[in-house]
């Protein structure tokens, strides 16, 4: 059974950091597309960031580049998301998702399997 536990969401001040970790069970995380998406209260989910298994290609979503760096440590079968300087509009639940295909996608239906969610909140 294929299990994405995140965690290390919470509140924090505008212009602080945050890390994300997804800890992965019954898959390895070296042959899977990873995936972090977010979704604001009331609104569609979006993509944020994704490592691809295959060359290790990463791919973000314009708001967040230079701000959040995805990465993964394969002997902890877990990704993380690094978040700096944070910014209200950057509160949302953020989810962790794996996809077997072998690229980084912003397409939520590629994804076979996510977590339950991690919330984020930023204060003004």
């Known amino acids: 059974q294929v299990q994405l536990v995140e965690s290390g969401g919470g509140l924090v001040q505008a212009g602080g950091t945050l890390t994300l970790s997804c800890e992965a069970f019954?898959?390895?995380?070296?042959?899977?597309?990873m995936g972090w998406f977010r979704q604001p209260a009331g609104k569609e989910r979006e993509f944020v960031a994704a490592f691809s298994w295959s060359g290790g290609r990463t791919y973000y979503k314009d708001s967040v580049k230079g701000r959040f760096t995805i990465s993964r440590d394969n002997a902890k079968n877990t990704v993380y998301l690094q978040m700096n300087s944070l910014k209200p509009e950057d509160t949302a639940v953020y989810y962790c998702a794996a996809s077997t295909i072998a690229a980084p996608m912003a397409d939520s239906s590629e994804y076979d399997y996510w977590g339950q969610g991690t919330q984020v909140t930023v204060s003004s």
């Open positions: 019954g898959l390895t995380i070296i042959t899977y597309t």
